[in-house]
Nanobody
Framework: QVTLVESGGGLVQAGGSLRLSCATS????????MGWFRQAPGKEREFVAA????????YYADSVKGRFTISRDSANNTVSLQLNSLKPEDTAVYYC?????????????????WGQGTQVTVSS
């Protein structure tokens, strides 16, 4: 059974930082892109960041570029998202996802395995 489990969410003040982690099991995703998406209350799920299978290319939503950093440790089957300079509008449930292909994309339909999510709340 393939599972993705996120951790690291929590409550933080604006300007603070968090580090989210996603542990995968059941299969290796060393050649698959990995991504992070988020969903705020009353809003649709949106793309945050992605990294290609090799870990050599990253992709970011404009809203988080320069503040968030995605990375992966294929040897340990984990992917992380460093969140810096957090803003109240970053409040959402953050989901880790495993891509169907090698290249990271912005489209959630290109990801076929999803975690349950971890809550990030940023207070003003």
């Amino acid at each position: 059974q393939v599972t993705l489990v996120e951790s690291g969410g929590g409550l933080v003040q604006a300007g603070g930082s968090l580090r989210l982690s996603c542990a995968t099991s059941g299969r290796t995703f060393g050649r698959n892109a990995m991504g992070w998406f988020r969903q705020a209350p009353g809003k649709e799920r949106e793309f945050v960041a992605a990294i290609n299978g090799r870990g050599s290319t990253t992709y970011y939503a404009d809203s988080v570029k320069g503040r968030f950093t995605i990375s992966r440790d294929s040897a340990n089957n984990t992917v992380s998202l460093q969140l810096n300079s957090l803003k109240p509008e970053d409040t959402a449930v953050y989901y880790c996802a495993a891509g169907i292909g090698y290249f990271g994309t912005y489209d959630s339909r290109d990801y076929d395995y999803w975690g349950q999510g971890t809550q990030v709340t940023v207070s003003s």
